[in-house]
Every structure is written in C-alpha cells, then in structure tokens.
C-alpha cells in the first residue's frame, strides 16, 4: 500500500480531518493529486460525505476533472481510498453535458461544487444505476468537473487488453503501442467505451 505509509516527499497537505493530499508518485498527466484517506478504506465500499468534502478541497481553478475508479474492473490500480485530480481538457465534454452518451450512465450539471448536493446526487444514481453492493460496491466509474458528475458503471475491465479507467470516460486515452493505438481506432473509441460499460 503506497499511501500507508506514504513518501513525504509526495505529501503536499492535510485534506480534512480524515484524508490527505498527495502527488501522484506515477503521473498520467502534469499536476496529478490524490486524497486519500488516511486509515485504510477500501476503494469499492461507497464514497462518504466526508470524501466528497475532501475532494472538494482540491478544485482551486475551473480546468480540474477529478475521476474515482471503484475496484479493479473500473482501473482502480490501488485498495485504498484514493480519489484523483489532475487539470486537463475534456475532449468529451460537449457530448457528456448534452448527455449524448449510448452507455448506461447517470449525469447531474450543477452551477457550483456543493459536497452535501454531490453526496445526494451520488447516492441517487448508485441507487438508480443498482450499484450498491452488501458492503462493496458494483465497479463504477465517477467524473467531477465544477459543473457536472457523471457516473457509470462498469462490467469489463479492458477491451483487447486496452484498459479503461475513468479518464477514458471523458474521452482521454493511454495506450502503450502503436498497436493498440491503430486497432482502438479502427474499434471505436466510443464502442470501446459502451463496451466497457455496465
């Protein structure tokens, strides 16, 4: 577990009472943070109030995605509780807002970042989306912006040992060949993603 403990070089500060912020000791983009609990708190039991209070705390500027990924199936590399934020474009922001997306998902836009209103809305669509589990939760994916959320459930984990993760869902992918790069194109980056889905 790198979180427990953590390095000191990647401490950059308290977030809360219960979590703390961390860099990203392997990057996938520049400017890539995690808070984390600071006791061990498994990646796939629901998020808290608290753990949306926290990640809250991190969006400082208007150009944050933060992303969760909720066990393995959804790309969460690591146990522990850790949610992630790294300041980027979304490519898929457009149609993610118009709602256009042919996978099951569940969206709510909003005028500012409130952890309460979050909190609700995510316990709505974990609902809704029959993602709460006895005690662990269905593999879902969650992306966060100042002015929406999405969540989507997932049932696969890869497509042609290409993995997806929640920043795939906002159309932002990382492959490791020119392979894989030219068959995810001719596959569809928008087939590779309802095939992933739930």
Request: proline fraction near 6%; glycine fraction near 6%; include cysteine.
């Amino acid at each position: 577990n790198p979180f427990l403990p953590y390095e000191p070089d990647m401490f950059v500060s308290e977030a809360g009472p219960v979590h703390v912020c961390l860099l990203n000791k392997f990057p996938v983009l520049p400017n890539h943070l995690l808070i984390c609990s600071k006791s061990f708190v498994d990646q796939t039991l629901p998020l808290t109030l608290q753990d949306f209070e926290a990640w809250l705390m991190g969006f400082d500027n208007n150009d944050l995605l933060g992303f969760y990924n909720s066990g393995q199936v959804a790309g969460a590399s690591q146990a522990h509780r850790h949610m992630q934020l790294v300041k980027t474009t979304i490519p898929m922001e457009t149609q993610i807002k118009a709602g256009k997306l042919d996978f099951n998902h569940r969206l709510f836009l909003f005028d500012r970042l409130d952890a309460v209103a979050l909190f609700n809305y995510y316990n709505k669509a974990m609902s809704e989306l029959g993602l709460n589990g006895q005690p662990q939760c269905l593999p879902y994916n969650l992306l966060l912006t100042p002015n929406w959320m999405l969540i989507v459930p997932r049932s696969a984990s890869n497509q042609n040992n290409i993995y997806a993760n929640g920043l795939n869902y906002a159309g932002l992918f990382l492959v490791k060949s020119e392979q894989q790069a030219q068959w995810l194109t001719r596959y569809g980056l928008l087939k590779f993603l309802k095939d992933c889905s739930g």
